[in-house]
């Protein structure tokens, strides 16, 4: 007989590079995690102003702004959320590098 265990504690991936260059590999800075609800990422420039937002955990960002393609560069990510085993609100922040 096997035991499945059950873990209400979140479970985050957040990379620290990506390169929107359409080869497949790596092409979109995403998010990824298990047992979060109510969630929302926004993506900032080194001046503070917001390239990208949302608040669907399966959407990420491709790298563009205006309909053009970012600087490559490190950029500012803020994601906030609640753990399916709490009301508390969960808020980090971070770089990621955009390369070619």
């Known amino acids: 007989m096997?035991?499945?265990?059950?873990c209400e504690e979140p479970w985050l991936f957040i990379p620290n590079s990506f390169s929107p260059n359409n080869d497949g590999n790596n092409d979109v800075f995403?998010?990824?995690g298990r047992h979060i609800l109510d969630f929302s990422m926004k993506i900032y420039n080194r001046w503070g102003e917001l390239l990208f937002e949302t608040t669907n955990p399966n959407?990420?960002?491709d790298g563009m702004y205006n309909?053009?393609?970012v600087q490559d560069g490190i950029y500012t990510w803020k994601i906030e959320f609640k753990t399916i085993s709490s009301d508390e609100?969960?808020?980090i922040n971070g770089h990621v590098l955009k390369t070619k």
């Open 30 to 32: 995403y998010f990824r």
């Open 2 to 6: 096997v035991e499945e265990l059950y």
């Open 67 to 69: 309909g053009k393609i």
């Open 89 to 91: 609100r969960i808020m």
């Open 59 to 61: 959407t990420g960002w």
